[in-house]
């Protein structure tokens, strides 16, 4: 007779929860007071329904649990000899089977490895805080289509078993000849962060549903249990805000035995109901976190020494951090090695990563898939061209398989963690080994067994995985195939900075021991030749055979979120406003009178500029010229007229308004009948010409303007955006004039001043510099900018005395600015005045932390009120950057210490909860000094701020401010070296990718150009400098003729800051597209904002040709030519299109 051990544990380990009380009493009580199987079955209760039952373990005697795997020698389900005759008997737990119910041996292959059986998993991070257990609610309502399981099939039952425990087993219930059973069955089990069943347990385990069928007793039988067919139900929904959840969750039969045949396709199901009383996570929690699944397919290219021997187990591991100083350990055991053949299918379904069961198709995790793709699309190694040979070969032949996804739910903290974790290595290690599986009668692990478990690892390897992309944008997932090296300590540490094996070093979180993995006292003999051979050869063996390994690392929602398209497509919609309609034109008699005027006034200032050319300009002066003289002048200057052409193209110039005149005024359009009326007709017109020449050259002498003048339609603040652009394209001669013009629009604006001071600063010279410094000074003596920049500019000259003089009386005109503190001490310290320095620079440190406590104060007040705060930082001191077009405001006492921090969220990596970034006096003081393009004293503050290594090392500003100043110098090695730096601490600010990108730009890659500014605009926080990414983007898709997405980022750019090259961008993306009245529409905005740009008028002229409108051709050529259009391409362009139309050149 064979004796098989109850589901329950006799003893229990500090880390199972002992058994529920009550429910072995209800087990005790309902068999007899542990009688053995032999007896009278318990009678079933006498009402209808369900029996509730609540705990950790089953009640029922037979022991139908899932998991156990068989034993390595016999390939039979485990069991354990009857405990000695006449020893105590354990109230049900150690109940012994009697010979005829032997067959109830087989339902041991449901069982769960030794080591999970109580639920534990391998080091585990700490689920998100729940203060109580909140129970799980179960319940079965019905059966559906159970008689495509057995068509002959009378009675049933369920049992309900959850992380390798039994739940409960309902009452026998009658088949329905329509195939429904109505179990009503309720149970279940509580979840708690200390418990078996934590949150990390219920987002990777389903809740395993048996079907038993039931055979009455007959005579000299017993009743008969067998299981028919498994359900699984994912509790994920659970986590997801879900609080009851029902589902028809679809039956998988058990393979037929021999004697029996059962249906395979089975089309039966369980109507389940999953309730909680309570949410297991909040809204907040939950949005904060995040869902990681990680999903093994295979390995590839395997060692041929891999065999398919049952002693051996092929496992892989990684770890994930989580919050606090926890890690997560993800295992991945019970790899099947298949023979070289046909390809793994696509798409194949995921399994749940639970021990063996009964029906394997149970193990599939409903929708969802493994779906494969193109090489070139995935994310890891051997992607190239050159590799699909190689990988077309390697999944044909001998490979190990999982097909295994493992999931874990991330609090906001572990969110964080993973963050800085990929932020600071970018490389993971995941291990892979080949361990051996302990034979079952070997007995328990000795000390010395756990002393050598090292030389248990079998081809201990690694891969590495590119946790880069993770960061960018909108990225939630990555797949791909990674090599396998052998595992050294070195390369592990130099690429992962890990060091310490999971195999080797954490073992014991994993439990393997308890698995009878990775010990057994074989190892305490030496090992023999073939053992000796297989260690050595395992070192090299992983290269040699190229293996790889197939992973998915997703995400439920990205780390970095990217910008919705609706976003983007609501903003294109919005981009140009509506404009008020053009006043009508003035049509008739007074509009050709008025063009007549216009022409006379152009005709007579061009024949005094001929009498000046001739005769000069001093002898106006001189008084009265006598008759003869008036006229020899007269008789020269018509003879150069007439010699030169001049008077023929003055004639010509008068000639079209003339005729305006004779059909607008006169009416005139028809030949004349006699000569007489034609005559009459010219005298006529003679005298009314000559009348109103000489009302319009009176007009000219006497001062009087026909029309002033229109104003320009840019104001100040496109002014400086102007200037600024032209600055970027290195046209310092255009962006000189912007800013003089906006000086001229308002002398008394001290921001226009600066402007044009701190541009000469960097471009110009010293001199000219401070000539606009102390112009803003005499505007405004209290502006504490003004007295900071003559300083700055009196050093720059060497001016010292002067310097100090003004450092000083900017401290004594604000003695709460940071800035004038920090910049007096860096004065001081070229001066070699190290005391006065220090005690500058103590006093800004002293001003500093008394703003950072005021902040912290008001912060906390606004919470506490419920209200969302209002920082002072964002209230910043008012710096010269040309943004606005007010002057400087008088008392910035309050809010001069803020501009420092106006940029210091950027340097700070995003987290559910960011802290504020470190701040130092040096890096405030950067911010204002770049700004002004003081790049001496930016080396100085950032010698200090190197010095002071708040966290250890240079900040994320640090590096930015220092790779601004290389790229300003043109020093583009030191540039680059810098912004890899600032990637390395912070890759996600878009700040970094966008100066990364001028870097390329500058250095014509405009490869790598495009890529930084696509990731830059993909970001959901825009960048500092975003119209520049724009403008060269957008001139990169137009050199690439992608004019569909240069016309998208041409329009972004004017929503953002239109320009006259933001408008000429669209316009020429539209032009190339064929767009011809968006085009022209885009053009004519770009020439209402700068008539002076030559490109915008030849594409004008290329706009005219195109529509036969010569007139117009011709002018906007004239200008194209006289403004000096530089693109000698598009000169060309407009020269085959005159020759091929025939008009638009005057001179041919």
């Given at each position: 007779m064979v004796a098989i051990q109850h589901r329950l544990p006799t003893r229990h380990s500090p880390e199972e929860p002992p058994p529920h009380r009550g429910l072995l009493r209800a087990a005790h009580s309902q068999h007899g007071g542990g009688r053995g199987l032999t007896g009278t079955p318990p009678a079933r209760a006498a009402r209808p329904g369900s029996r509730e039952v609540s705990g950790s373990c089953g009640s029922d005697p037979v022991a139908v649990v899932t998991g156990r795997e068989p034993s390595a020698e016999s390939g039979k389900p485990q069991v354990r000899a009857p405990p000695p005759h006449g020893a105590p008997r354990a109230p049900v737990r150690n109940c012994r089977i009697p010979p005829e119910r032997e067959d109830l041996q087989n339902l041991r292959a449901m069982e769960v490895p030794a080591g999970l059986a109580s639920g534990k998993e391998p080091a585990a991070a700490a689920p998100p805080s729940v203060s109580l257990p909140i129970p799980v609610q179960i319940t079965v309502v019905s059966g559906e289509n159970l008689k495509t399981l057995k068509s002959n099939m009378l009675f049933s039952m369920v049992r309900v078993e959850y992380n390798g425990a039994v739940l409960g087993d309902s009452s026998k219930t009658h088949v329905m000849p329509d195939g429904t059973a109505e179990y009503d069955f309720s149970t279940s089990f509580e979840c708690s962060p200390d418990g078996p069943n934590s949150l990390d347990v219920l987002v990777q385990k389903p809740l395993l549903l048996t079907v038993l069928e039931v055979v009455p007793k007959e005579k000299k039988k017993p009743e008969k249990i067998t299981p028919l067919a498994q359900a699984v139900v994912d509790l994920l929904p659970l986590l997801q805000g879900v609080r009851s959840l029902k589902v028809l969750a679809p039956l998988y039969a058990v393979p037929a035995s021999p004697s029996e045949m059962l249906h395979p396709e089975a089309t039966s199901g369980l109507e389940v109901t999953v309730s909680t009383k309570e949410l297991l996570l909040s809204a907040s929690q939950f949005s904060s976190g995040n869902l990681l699944s990680i999903t093994l397919e295979a390995a590839y290219s395997i060692p041929d020494a891999f065999t398919t021997d049952a002693q051996q187990n092929y496992m892989v591991c990684l770890q994930m951090p989580a919050a606090g100083e926890k890690e997560l350990l993800l295992l991945f055991k019970n790899g099947i090695l298949k023979a070289g053949g046909e390809k793994e299918p696509l798409p194949r379904p995921k399994n749940w990563p639970i021990g063996p069961i009964l029906a394997p198709g149970a193990l599939k995790i409903p929708d969802s898939f493994i779906v494969g793709g193109r090489y070139e699309d995935e994310d890891g190694e051997l992607t190239k061209g050159e590799d699909r040979e190689f990988r077309m070969q390697a999944e044909s032949t001998k490979r190990i398989v999982w097909d295994m996804e493992r999931r874990c739910f991330l609090d906001a903290a572990a969110v964080a963690v993973l963050q800085k974790r990929i932020a600071e290595c970018r490389y993971w290690p995941v291990e892979l080994c080949r361990m051996t599986v302990a034979s079952a009668g070997k007995g328990k692990v000795t000390k010395m067994d756990k002393g050598d478990e090292d030389k248990q690892i079998a081809f201990h390897g690694v891969a590495y995985i590119n946790m880069a992309p993770l960061l960018c944008p909108g990225v939630k997932q990555i797949r791909g195939a990674f090599r396998v090296f052998n595992y050294e300590d070195s390369e592990v540490f130099e690429k992962t900075k890990i060091q310490h094996s999971i195999f080797r070093d954490l073992r014991s979180q994993l439990s393997l021991v308890k698995e009878g993995l990775g010990s057994s006292p074989v190892s305490k003999t030496a090992p023999n030749k073939t053992q000796k051979e297989e260690k050595d050869s395992s070192t090299t063996q992983y290269s040699e055979a190229g293996t790889f390994l197939m992973m998915e690392i997703k995400l439920d929602r990205p780390l970095v979120p990217k910008r919705l398209r609706e976003e983007l497509m609501r903003r294109v919609k919005e981009l140009i406003p509506p404009r008020p309609?053009?006043?009508?034109?003035?049509?008739?008699?007074?509009?050709?009178?008025?063009?007549?005027?216009?022409?006379?006034?152009?005709?007579?200032?061009?024949?005094?500029?001929?009498?000046?050319?001739?005769?000069?300009?001093?002898?106006?002066?001189?008084?009265?010229?006598?008759?003869?003289?008036?006229?020899?002048?007269?008789?020269?200057?018509?003879?150069?007229?007439?010699?030169?052409?001049?008077?023929?193209?003055?004639?010509?110039?008068?000639?079209?308004?003339?005729?305006?005149?004779?059909?607008?005024?006169?009416?005139?359009?028809?030949?004349?009948?006699?000569?007489?009326?034609?005559?009459?007709?010219?005298?006529?017109?003679?005298?009314?010409?000559?009348?109103?020449?000489?009302?319009?050259?009176?007009?000219?002498?006497?001062?009087?303007?026909?029309?002033?003048?229109?104003?320009?339609?840019?104001?100040?603040?496109?002014?400086?955006?102007?200037?600024?652009?032209?600055?970027?394209?290195?046209?310092?001669?255009?962006?000189?004039?912007?800013?003089?013009?906006?000086?001229?629009?308002?002398?008394?604006?001290?921001?226009?001043?600066?402007?044009?001071?701190?541009?000469?600063?960097?471009?110009?010279?010293?001199?000219?510099?401070?000539?606009?410094?102390?112009?803003?000074?005499?505007?405004?003596?209290?502006?504490?900018?003004?007295?900071?920049?003559?300083?700055?500019?009196?050093?720059?000259?060497?001016?010292?005395?002067?310097?100090?003089?003004?450092?000083?009386?900017?401290?004594?005109?604000?003695?709460?600015?940071?800035?004038?503190?920090?910049?007096?001490?860096?004065?001081?310290?070229?001066?070699?005045?190290?005391?006065?320095?220090?005690?500058?620079?103590?006093?800004?440190?002293?001003?500093?932390?008394?703003?950072?406590?005021?902040?912290?104060?008001?912060?906390?007040?606004?919470?506490?009120?419920?209200?969302?705060?209002?920082?002072?930082?964002?209230?910043?001191?008012?710096?010269?950057?040309?943004?606005?077009?007010?002057?400087?405001?008088?008392?910035?006492?309050?809010?001069?210490?803020?501009?420092?921090?106006?940029?210091?969220?950027?340097?700070?990596?995003?987290?559910?909860?960011?802290?504020?970034?470190?701040?130092?006096?040096?890096?405030?003081?950067?911010?204002?000094?770049?700004?002004?393009?003081?790049?001496?004293?930016?080396?100085?503050?950032?010698?200090?701020?190197?010095?002071?290594?708040?966290?250890?090392?240079?900040?994320?500003?640090?590096?930015?401010?220092?790779?601004?100043?290389?790229?300003?110098?043109?020093?583009?090695?030191?540039?680059?070296?810098?912004?890899?730096?600032?990637?390395?601490?912070?890759?996600?600010?878009?700040?970094?990718?966008?100066?990364?990108?001028?870097?390329?730009?500058?250095?014509?890659?405009?490869?790598?150009?495009?890529?930084?500014?696509?990731?830059?605009?993909?970001?959901?926080?825009?960048?500092?400098?975003?119209?520049?990414?724009?403008?060269?983007?957008?001139?990169?898709?137009?050199?690439?003729?992608?004019?569909?997405?240069?016309?998208?980022?041409?329009?972004?750019?004017?929503?953002?800051?239109?320009?006259?090259?933001?408008?000429l961008g669209v316009g020429i993306a539209c032009y190339r597209l064929q767009e011809m009245l968006e085009a022209e529409d885009a053009l004519s905005e770009a020439n209402a904002l700068n008539n002076t740009n030559a490109e915008v008028w030849g594409y004008l002229a290329l706009i005219c040709l195109q529509g036969g409108r010569q007139l117009e051709a011709e002018q906007c050529y004239k200008y194209t030519v006289k403004l000096g259009l530089q693109n000698e391409a598009l000169l060309q362009e407009i020269r085959a299109a005159q020759r091929r139309f025939g008009f638009g050149d005057p001179s041919l």
């Open positions: 309609a053009l006043p009508p034109p003035t049509e008739g008699a007074k509009k050709v009178v008025e063009d007549y005027h216009k022409r006379v006034t152009s005709v007579a200032i061009a024949i005094l500029g001929e009498y000046h050319k001739l005769f000069g300009k001093q002898q106006a002066d001189q008084g009265l010229i006598d008759h003869e003289t008036l006229e020899e002048q007269k008789r020269q200057l018509n003879y150069e007229l007439n010699t030169s052409g001049k008077y023929f193209a003055f004639k010509e110039q008068l000639k079209y308004s003339v005729v305006k005149i004779v059909r607008e005024k006169y009416l005139k359009t028809t030949a004349f009948e006699t000569k007489e009326q034609l005559q009459a007709f010219l005298s006529e017109l003679y005298v009314y010409l000559v009348d109103h020449m000489h009302i319009a050259l009176n007009k000219l002498l006497s001062g009087e303007d026909v029309s002033p003048a229109p104003p320009s339609c840019a104001t100040k603040k496109q002014l400086w955006l102007f200037a600024r652009e032209a600055e970027a394209n290195k046209d310092l001669k255009l962006a000189s004039l912007f800013y003089k013009q906006r000086i001229a629009r308002d002398q008394h604006s001290v921001e226009s001043w600066l402007d044009y001071g701190a541009f000469c600063l960097l471009y110009e010279d010293a001199t000219k510099a401070q000539e606009c410094f102390q112009q803003a000074v005499c505007l405004d003596p209290q502006n504490i900018h003004s007295v900071l920049l003559c300083g700055i500019a009196a050093v720059k000259l060497q001016h010292y005395e002067e310097a100090e003089i003004f450092f000083e009386d900017a401290c004594c005109l604000e003695p709460s600015s940071i800035i004038a503190w920090t910049l007096s001490g860096l004065f001081y310290e070229t001066q070699n005045n190290y005391i006065q320095a220090e005690r500058n620079f103590r006093e800004a440190t002293k001003l500093l932390r008394a703003q950072l406590e005021e902040e912290e104060r008001i912060l906390e007040a606004a919470e506490g009120e419920g209200k969302k705060p209002s920082s002072p930082s964002t209230d910043t001191e008012k710096i010269p950057d040309g943004s606005g077009d007010e002057s400087p405001v008088e008392d910035v006492t309050s809010k001069e210490e803020a501009t420092a921090v106006q940029q210091a969220p950027e340097a700070s990596c995003p987290a559910p909860a960011p802290q504020p970034p470190p701040c130092t006096i040096f890096m405030k003081t950067v911010e204002f000094l770049i700004k002004v393009n003081a790049i001496r004293f930016v080396h100085k503050a950032l010698a200090h701020e190197l010095l002071l290594s708040l966290q250890g090392g240079p900040t994320f500003a640090y590096y930015m401010a220092l790779a601004w100043t290389y790229m300003m110098q043109e020093d583009f090695p030191r540039c680059e070296e810098c912004l890899g730096e600032a990637i390395q601490i912070d890759p996600v600010n878009p700040n970094v990718w966008a100066q990364k990108g001028h870097l390329c730009y500058l250095q014509k890659d405009f490869v790598n150009a495009k890529e930084c500014y696509e990731r830059v605009i993909s970001f959901v926080e825009d960048a500092v400098d975003l119209h520049f990414v724009y403008l060269r983007l957008g001139s990169i898709y137009l050199e690439e003729k992608e004019y569909g997405r240069a016309k998208h980022i041409y329009l972004l750019a004017c929503d953002n800051s239109a320009s006259c090259l933001t408008w």
